[in-house]
Every structure is written in structure tokens, then in C-alpha cells.
């Protein structure tokens, strides 16, 4: 393990695997490793055996069968290399506090349970018109701004950031705070004392967020799960621990699925005009771009806790297993020309969402936000386009979730 001041939580993934040629596609090597067989064992940087899983059965297998732990943190996780120290403080049990996405039943179920009871009809049917309200409200912001932004800045970032911050009742003044927080978190360089400083933060600011909500509830749902059916049920580790991994997930995920969804949308202009042009289409669409550009590099991981056969081989208890999300995406056994972007695809049963009990529990609001987000954003400006050339826009192949750190656009000023 590398000396304690100068650990990081690097992926020690050969870059093969990390590194793609294409803003799109999966890298390369791993279309090349499915062609041999659905799951494979990979060396990584430190010597350590892992296996990554390709193929659409295989990745559905490893999420819904109970050997397998999303627990990554307690166990031994091949990828997570610091030392022991470290590790311990990096995954003590307040930090770890209401992280239900690394925990299995019955922890999972319950925390799981109490924040879906949050998602209730009311606040749901309540999201589309605001929503559309918030993406015209930042087209109308651009219009007035001249005939060029960058597209992350301007739209895919502060979309999903305002829609998160009214759902959970967190102030949107703090924005800039939380985003640089988050993606600080998800840079796969970041040295590990760093993320021990910017979780405390985190943990700081939510834990006085939720003292004022104690103190004065209001509609949203970090009060609901205070003051709500279930008060008293979490602690406050909890409390914190959960409205922080809301609060992450709800903006950065659906923020660089809006960018980088738009940048294909530019670079696949029949596509984009049908989108256009065909406002029906706009659900089918939304599925389409979330197989075509899953933007979870990698992932989600788990860890065997017993022997399991799958795809052919047999996965010794102990073992990191990653699945591979934007390949699974494009297993030529589920799709017909698994690489073509097409919008009208019917029958599209992709996995960017995970699967099992697991699921994206986001998954209705970040279909609501991309249904809205991106019909609306093509139609405001009919001559979208690029400001750079396409292999100029930076890629975050350094991120644990994909997607593109800027989008140089430009637009005609309308007619007078
Ligand atoms: C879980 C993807 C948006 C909240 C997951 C998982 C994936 C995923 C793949 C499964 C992780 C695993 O199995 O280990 C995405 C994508 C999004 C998105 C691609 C955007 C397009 C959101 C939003 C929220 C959210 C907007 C906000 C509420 C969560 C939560 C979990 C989760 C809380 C953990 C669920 C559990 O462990 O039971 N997401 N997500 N996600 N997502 Fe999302």
C-alpha cells in the first residue's frame, strides 16, 4: 500500500480498461474481453486479481444474487488501495452512517424503505411542472446571456442541482459548496486526507441543516423523514449520512447524463432532429441515451461473500467483482447493432440504473429531469452546435461517474 500522506483512492484499473478512444464508447478493451467471455479476471496496479463483468445476465446475476455484498467498504475491496489506518477511518461507522448504498439487508431495507415512503404522490406529480419551470427558466437565462455558454455551467449542472435542492429542502445558495464538495469526492486522484476534510464538511453542513429543520419543519424531505410517519426512526448520523448521498446523487449523476447526452445529440445531428422534431419520442429517447452513454465509468462494484459460478466462472468468497455499465449496455446478445445511437429503439432493457435492490432509487426524477431537459433544450435553439471541435471538449475519464467537465456551445441570436 502507498505511504498514508500521499494515498489516493486511484482506481488501480489498468488504463485499458479506463481510457477510451471514443467520448462514447466503452473503452475498447473491453468489447475485446466480452468477445472472449461475460466475465473475465483483470490484474490491477497492485498485483490484486478482479473480475469485471460484461455481458447483461451475468451483470443482472451479480446484482440480484444476495452472495454477492454491495457492503464494499467493511469487507476487503481489491480496488480501494490505502493503508490500514486509513481505512479505518475512511469507513468508520458514523462517517458510514445512512450510506444505504453500500449496505445489504436488513440495513439496506430499512433505511432504503423509510426515504422511498418520502418519495410520496404528491411531491412526484408536483416535479414535472416545476421541472420544466426550471429548464425554461435557465434557457430563458441563456437566450438573454448572447450565442455561446458552456453547457455544464450554464444548464446540465444547475438543472438537477435546483430540482434536488427544492425536493430535499437544502438552500440552493449552497450550491457551489456541494458541487465542488461532490465532485471532489469522485475524482479518482483525490488523495484520501482530502476526502476525510471534505466529508467532515459535508457531514457539518448537513448535520446544521437538519438541526434548523428539527427546529423548523418545512415541505421538504429531509424533514418529512424528521418530522414525518416515521419521526424518531433515524438517528442523526443517519439523517446526515442519507440527505448527503440524496443530495450527491440527485445533481452530479443526472448533471453529466444532460451534458454528455447533449454533446452525442450533437455529434449524431439526424438524432438530434428527430428528437426535435418528434415530441412522442422523448421517453424512448431518454432510454436510449442512458444505454448509449451510461456515465458510470465503472461499476457498480461488489464484493463474494461465498463461491458463485457466473458466466462460466467460478468467483471465490472474498473476491471485488465490477461490472461494467457501459458495456453491459451494448451486449450484442440483447441489442441489434449495439454501437448505433438510435433514438426509436423499442425494446431497450439496459442496466444504467443498476438492478435488484439496489436500483437507482432516483430513477423516475433523473427520467423526468433528461424527459424535459433535453427535448426543450433542442428546441429553444434549432442551430445548436459545438464550439470546438469534438476532440477538444474534456472528457472526465479521471471521474468515477463519466461525462464531460465542459461543453463549448453556440447558438444563432434569434431573428429580430
Ligand atoms: C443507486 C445510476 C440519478 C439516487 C444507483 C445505482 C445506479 C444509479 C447504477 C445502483 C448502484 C449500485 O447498485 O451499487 C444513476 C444514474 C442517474 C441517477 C445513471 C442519472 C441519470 C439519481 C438521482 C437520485 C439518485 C437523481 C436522487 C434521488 C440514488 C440512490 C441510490 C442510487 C439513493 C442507492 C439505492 C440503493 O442502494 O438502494 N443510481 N442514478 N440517483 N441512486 Fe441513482
Redesign the pocket.
Known amino acids: 500500500a502507498p505511504e498514508a500522506d500521499q494515498a489516493t483512492l486511484r482506481v488501480q484499473l489498468p488504463d485499458e480498461l479506463k481510457v477510451r478512444q471514443c467520448p462514447f464508447d466503452p473503452p475498447q478493451a473491453l468489447a475485446r474481453m466480452h468477445a472472449r467471455a461475460p466475465v473475465n479476471q483483470v490484474t490491477l496496479g497492485t498485483g490484486e486479481k478482479m473480475w469485471v463483468v460484461t455481458g447483461i445476465d451475468e451483470a443482472r446475476f451479480v ?1 440480484s444474487d444476495p452472495r454477492f455484498s ?1 457492503d464494499r467498504f467493511n469487507r476487503r475491496n481489491a480496488l480501494i488501495s490505502v493503508p490500514e489506518e486509513m481505512r479505518e477511518k475512511l469507513f468508520d461507522a458514523r462517517a458510514m452512517a445512512g450510506q ?4 445489504d439487508p436488513p440495513q ?1 431495507t430499512r433505511l ?1 424503505k423509510l ?1 422511498v415512503g418520502q418519495f410520496t404522490l404528491r411531491r412526484m406529480r408536483a416535479l414535472v411542472p416545476r421541472i420544466t419551470e426550471i429548464v425554461e427558466d435557465h434557457l430563458d437565462a441563456m437566450e438573454a446571456a448572447g450565442t455561446s455558454a458552456d453547457l455544464v455551467r450554464a444548464f446540465a449542472l444547475p438543472v ?1 442541482s435546483l430540482v ?1 435542492c427544492e ?1 430535499l429542502g437544502v438552500p440552493y445558495e449552497a450550491r457551489a459548496d456541494f458541487q465542488r464538495r461532490t465532485s471532489t469526492l469522485i475524482r479518482m486522484d483525490t488523495p484520501v486526507k482530502e476526502v476525510l476534510r471534505v466529508r467532515e464538511e459535508m457531514r457539518e453542513f448537513m448535520r446544521e441543516l437538519v438541526d434548523a429543520k428539527r427546529a423548523q419543519p418545512d415541505d421538504g424531505l429531509i424533514s418529512g423523514l424528521i418530522h414525518g410517519d416515521h419521526a424518531g426512526e433515524l438517528t442523526d448520523d443517519e439523517l446526515v449520512g442519507i440527505a448527503n ?2 443530495l450527491a ?3 452530479e ?2 448533471a453529466n ?1 444532460i451534458a454528455l447526452g447533449a454533446f452525442a445529440l450533437l455529434e449524431h445531428p439526424d438524432q438530434l432532429e428527430l428528437l426535435r422534431g418528434n415530441s412522442e419520442i422523448a421517453d424512448r429517447a431518454v432510454e436510449e441515451l ?1 444505454r448509449y452513454v ?3 465509468h465503472m ?3 461488489r464484493v463474494a461473500t461465498d463461491d458463485v459460478e457466473v458466466g462460466g466462472v467460478r468467483v471465490p468468497a472474498g473476491d471485488t467483482v465490477m461490472i461494467s ?1 457501459p458495456e453491459t449496455n451494448r451486449d450484442p446478445a440483447h441489442w441489434e447493432d449495439p454501437t448505433t445511437f438510435d433514438l426509436t429503439r423499442e425494446r431497450n432493457p439496459h ?13 423516475q ?2 427520467r423526468a ?2 424527459s424535459v431537459a433535453l427535448p426543450a433544450l433542442v428546441r429553444r435553439f434549432p442551430h445548436l452546435r459545438l464550439a470546438c471541435r469534438p476532440d477538444e471538449v474534456p472528457m472526465r475519464d479521471d471521474m468515477f461517474i463519466y461525462g464531460v467537465h465542459s461543453l463549448p456551445v453556440a447558438w444563432d441570436a434569434p431573428q429580430a
Open positions: 446484482m454491495a444505504f448504498v453500500a449496505m439496506h432504503r426515504v438537477p434536488i425536493l448521498l440524496l446523487a440527485g445533481h449523476t443526472t447524463m442512458l451510461s456515465i458510470l461499476g457498480p462494484f455499465t442496466v444504467a440504473f443498476g438492478y435488484g435492490i439496489h436500483q437507482c432509487l432516483g430513477q426524477l433523473a429531469e433528461l
